[in-house]
């Protein structure tokens, strides 16, 4: 749980993923990857050849940094305010999903940039996650009739 306050800044934080971020990997037009092209283009060569270089450097500079491989993106996770959940309306609350190692990894970047963020207490931690469960349940539902499963 974290102060409402944070929350947009902690949305972001979950919703990044750096392997899409164009700022970080420099995008190569598709046409660069097709031989023909550039043999009919042979200016962009050389052109092309830097840009990849750049791309896979930046590409394995990503995946040696620890801190920005956890991806909360591709975890299964909620943000939900206190008012919903029926709990503090000026806190926020993170259910997240995943394994113990991302756990760990994933508390400790959070700590860096939020202050206000620490574990609930265990019976709203419970309450939390049976809201959420119960949701979970009530949509598998909904999708079935639609279905027809």
């Known amino acids: 749980m974290l102060d409402s306050s944070d929350a947009p800044a902690l949305k972001k934080i979950l919703e990044y993923d750096p392997y899409l ?7 190569i037009p598709k046409e660069w990857d097709d031989a023909e092209y550039l043999k009919k283009h042979p200016e962009l060569e050389q052109q092309a050849a830097a840009k990849k270089k750049e791309a896979e450097e930046a590409m394995e500079k990503l995946r040696n940094d620890k801190e920005m491989n956890v991806i909360f993106a591709r975890q299964d996770y909620q943000l939900r305010d206190g008012i919903s959940l029926g709990l503090d309306r000026e806190k926020s609350y993170l259910y997240l999903s995943a394994d113990e190692a991302f756990l760990d990894a994933g ?14 207490p265990e019976d709203i931690e419970k309450q939390v996650i049976e809201e959420i469960e119960q949701e ?8 079935g009739f639609v279905f027809k499963l």
Do not use: M
Request: proline share 3%.
């Open 21 to 27: 971020d164009q700022n970080l990997i420099p995008k």
């Open 107 to 120: 508390e400790a970047k959070l700590k860096k940039s939020f202050r206000s963020l620490q574990r609930a």
């Open 136 to 143: 979970r349940q009530k949509s598998d539902l909904g999708l």
